[in-house]
Structures are given as structure tokens and as C-alpha cells.
């Protein structure tokens, strides 16, 4: 058995225990168990592809194919490189924290974490499958839950933000399915993986076509201007852990999407249409800081913040220097983590104090130190304080963006670059406003600090975030050969 199939077969598992499980402590017990097993089972990985020098030759590990659909040559194919291995370990990251943080999840706890499950299945499947439609199908496994667990867990405009998350994703996986076909009809392939389709040319009118058909489909899900409305909706109406898998990891498959298929299989179309697209991401990067400042709303704030910087991963993307892209998964990784935080802390906050407007809140620090703390953190990661994660992927992207040495996108990288600016200003504000000062509201001043899972989830989470800000050496060289495509 092909070791990559644990990675499904562990959400599984779990999913048919939580069926099984007669109380609210077996269902705890379950997850936290599962995702313990998912965590050690990223480290594992990790180890094996360093120490098969997979680094040094840039190869993928765990290679194999089993045949689905004959007619259309459909396979169960698997397959990883540096860039999968690090969102498979920040996938199961997420899942664990995000598990502690919906510890005290009311109504229907079981079912809350059967759909969260169904969920995390999809984005582990996404992430370690290298045939075409089988990635459709688990893309699809990520999307669909969404739908019920903002709708029915979720709060303010609920049912609203479901259904426009649903409508515009689903429309996107339309536009993603013309491609991906497209792509394996017009390359003549004798099969799906991307792997086999990769060493057939495709014809650069066909390219062109069906490049901008997956770019947009992916890119959708990763916030791309101005296709990203649903997004701070969605995040605003989800659960605390619903948010944090929906930002730190869900709009990563829209990122890895666009590196592993459109850029990877259309080289040639990438370089002749990524002057549009750039435009677009640049501006998307401006935009979602420049909104975040008008937000009163913490989730909000948090959200305008996500599509900036979702928007700077696609922008490094379309660099197509493997300095940039190496910052694109460095993003990913950091604002994965960091985004994370940020709804988990909001969560918590507002669990205790029933508003997320930062006009209602003041002197929390005082209140809650250990929160308050956690929060400057995360704040300071957001705005690339050297030793966080931020500084490191942001300036990698920076750096890998003026390697070209044409003016027209170089203003584009310095539009990039002025937002680092804007997000200073809004992280700043926002943390004075609400943790120091006066206290706002005198029921303010009777408030508990994070119980011990709520700590541990946000410990790891600021351990991850200060590891790659610290340590980025062997996580980049990693990255670096998996990226050897981009010269």
C-alpha cells in the first residue's frame, strides 16, 4: 500500500468512529486521536523525503498509479514533491488546532466534526493526488461542506454567506472542469497524471484557452481580484475552526492549484498571459489592505487581510522565477499559520465577550494577557516583523519579483510592496484599539483568559510561525528543487 493513502484513509477512519461515538468525549477523543495520527504522519513524510534525496533530484516520492476508468484513463494516482510535503504539515496542523479550538462546539457536536472531517478528506486528497480529475473530485470533497458547516454552525448572515461561497465556488469548478478536460483532450494523453501530460506540448492556442479557464478556476478559490467577494463573507459566517481551515488551508488549493496545473502543464501560455493576470493580483494585494483598514469587524479585518495576501501568493506565482514561487509557498505556509491564529484568537475573544467590533472592546490586555499576547504576535507576523514568518516569505516574493528587470513589473512588485505599509497601519490600530487603553465595557473587566486547550492550540501555532521566520534554510531548499520548472 502506497504510504500517502494513510492520509486519507486516517479522515476515514475517523469519520466512521465519529458514526460510532455515543458522547461528546468520544467524539473529542476521536479527533484529537485522528488528528494526532494525521501531525505524526506529516513528520514522517518529512523525514522520508529528506533522507531519500528527494531534495537533491527534485523527484517525486511515493509515486504510484492504480487505474479507475479506462475510457477516459482516469487512475488513482499519487505522488508528492517538496511543495505538497509542506501543505500536507500544515493541513494537519490546522486540523489539530482547529479541533481544540471547537472543544466547546454546540449544537450537534458530532455532526459539526463528521462535515469537518469531510472536509479535511478533501484537502489531504487534493494535496497528494497527481491525476487530473481525481484532484477535481477531492477539490470538490473540500468545497461541498463548507456549505453546511457555515449555514448551520455559523453566525450573523449565515445562510447568505453559505450560499454565495457555494454558488461562486461551484461556478468556478465549472470553468475548472472545461479545463482540466480540455487540457487532457487537447494533449492527445494516454492518461491524467499530470505527471505523463507534463511531457506532451500542447498546442499554445489551446494553451492560452484553457490556462486562463484553470487560472481562473483555481484562482477563485484563492481570492483572486475581483473574484474574491465571497471570501470575507464566508470567513465572517463560519465557525471559529471552520475559518481556520478555510483561510489557512482551503484557499491554498487555489494557490497550489494554479502552480501544479496551470503554470506546470502551460508554460507558454503562463509567460504570455501573466502580464493580465499580474494586474489583476496586484491590485487585489492593494485592495484587501486598503479594505481591511475600513473594517470595524475583527473576522473582517482578518478576512480583507487574507485576500491580500492570498493575492501576493498568486501574484509570486505569475513571476515565474523560482525565487518568487519559492516565496508563493512560503506564503502559503505563513499565512496559512498566521491566518489561523488570528480566527482562533477572534473565536476565543468573542466566546467570552460576545462582540467581534473593535469600537465595543478596549484594555483586553489586561483582562486577558495570554490572548493579548498572542494576538501582537500574530498582528506583527501579518506586517513581516523579522523573526516571524511573514518577513521571510514576503521578501522572498520581493526579492524573486525584481529579478525581472522590466519596468512594467517592477511598478507592479512596488504596488505589491506599498501594502506591507497599509497592513501596518490596520494590525496596529486595530491591536491599540482593542487590547490596550481603557476598558470599554465594565463586563469586560470579569473575563477568563484561554483555558489550557485554547493555549495549546495557539502555542503551536506561534511555534510554526517562528520556526519558518527563524529557521526558513531547510524548508526553502525543500521547496527549491520542487520548483525547478520555473528557470
Known amino acids: 500500500m502506497n504510504f500517502l493513502t494513510i492520509f486519507i484513509l486516517i479522515p476515514l477512519v475517523m469519520l466512521l468512529s465519529l458514526f460510532a461515538a455515543a458522547n461528546r468525549k468520544q467524539v473529542l477523543a476521536i479527533m484529537v486521536t485522528g488528528s494526532i495520527a ?36 482516469i487512475g488513482f494516482s499519487l505522488g508528492v514533491d517538496g511543495v505538497s510535503v509542506a501543505m500536507l504539515c500544515l493541513s494537519s496542523v490546522i486540523v489539530l488546532t482547529g479541533t481544540f479550538i471547537s472543544w466547546n462546539i454546540q449544537p450537534l457536536t458530532k455532526e459539526f466534526f463528521l462535515w469537518f472531517c ?6 489531504f486528497g487534493f494535496f497528494i493526488t497527481t491525476d487530473l480529475f481525481t484532484l ?4 470538490e470533497v473540500a468545497l461541498i461542506p463548507m456549505y453546511l458547516l457555515i449555514g448551520i454552525w455559523g453566525s450573523g448572515k449565515k445562510e447568505y454567506s453559505a450560499m454565495k461561497l457555494t454558488l461562486m465556488l461551484m461556478g468556478a469548478s465549472s470553468l475548472l472542469l472545461v479545463g482540466i478536460l480540455g487540457i487532457y483532450f487537447s494533449a492527445g494523453a494516454v492518461s491524467m497524471n499530470i505527471l505523463d501530460i507534463a511531457n506532451i506540448h ?4 489551446k494553451q492560452l ?11 477563485v478559490l484563492g481570492a483572486l481580484f475581483p473574484f474574491h467577494t465571497w471570501s470575507p ?11 481556520m481551515l478555510h483561510a489557512g488551508v482551503l484557499m491554498k488549493l487555489g494557490g497550489y492549484g494554479c502552480f501544479r496545473v496551470s503554470i506546470y502543464l502551460m508554460p507558454e501560455a503562463a509567460e504570455i498571459l501573466a502580464p493580465l493576470f499580474l494586474v489583476l493580483t496586484a491590485t487585489g494585494v492593494f485592495y484587501g489592505a486598503l479594505s481591511a483598514i475600513h473594517q470595524r469587524d475583527l473576522k473582517y479585518i482578518n478576512a480583507y487581510s487574507s485576500v491580500s495576501h492570498c493575492n501576493l501568493v498568486l501574484f509570486a506565482i505569475l513571476m515565474l522565477t523560482r525565487t518568487a514561487m519559492t516565496g508563493a509557498v512560503l506564503q502559503m505556509l505563513s499565512h496559512g499559520l498566521m491566518t489561523a491564529l488570528f480566527f482562533a484568537l477572534i473565536g476565543t475573544i468573542y466566546q467570552r465577550t460576545h462582540t467581534r467590533m473593535i469600537t465595543e472592546m478596549g484594555g483586553l490586555m489586561k483582562v486577558m494577557p495570554f490572548l493579548g499576547v498572542a494576538f501582537v504576535i500574530a498582528g506583527l507576523a501579518s506586517l513581516g516583523l523579522p523573526g516571524l514568518s511573514g518577513f521571510v516569505s514576503e521578501m522572498t516574493i520581493f526579492i524573486g519579483s525584481f529579478e525581472h ?7 507592479l512588485t512596488i504596488i505589491a510592496i506599498s501594502s506591507i505599509v497599509i497592513t501596518a497601519v490596520y494590525i496596529l490600530r486595530m491591536v491599540g484599539k482593542f487590547l490596550y487603553g ?10 477568563t483568559d484561554a483555558v489550557w486547550y485554547e493555549k495549546l492550540a495557539v502555542v503551536i501555532l506561534i511555534a510554526g510561525i517562528a520556526y519558518i521566520g527563524m529557521f526558513p534554510l531547510g524548508l526553502s531548499n525543500m521547496l527549491n528543487q520542487s520548483l525547478a520548472l520555473i528557470k
Open 438 to 447: 481603557p476598558i470599554q465595557n465594565e463586563q469586560h473587566a470579569a473575563l
Open 136 to 139: 477535481f473530485m477531492f477539490y
Open 405 to 411: 528587470a522590466d519596468l512594467f513589473r517592477r511598478v
Open 38 to 73: 494525521l501531525v505524526a504522519a506529516s513528520v514522517y513524510l518529512v523525514i522520508r523525503y529528506v533522507t531519500e534525496n528527494s531534495i537533491a533530484s527534485g523527484t517525486m516520492l511515493f509515486t504510484s498509479t492504480h487505474m479507475w476508468y479506462k475510457p477516459l484513463n
Open 233 to 243: 463573507d464566508g470567513h465572517a459566517s463560519a465557525p471559529t475552526a471552520v475559518s
Open 209 to 219: 484557452f484553457f490556462f486562463t479557464l484553470t487560472f481562473i478556476g483555481f484562482g
Open 202 to 205: 500542447i498546442p499554445l492556442d
Open 118 to 123: 469531510l472536509l479535511s478528506l478533501g484537502v
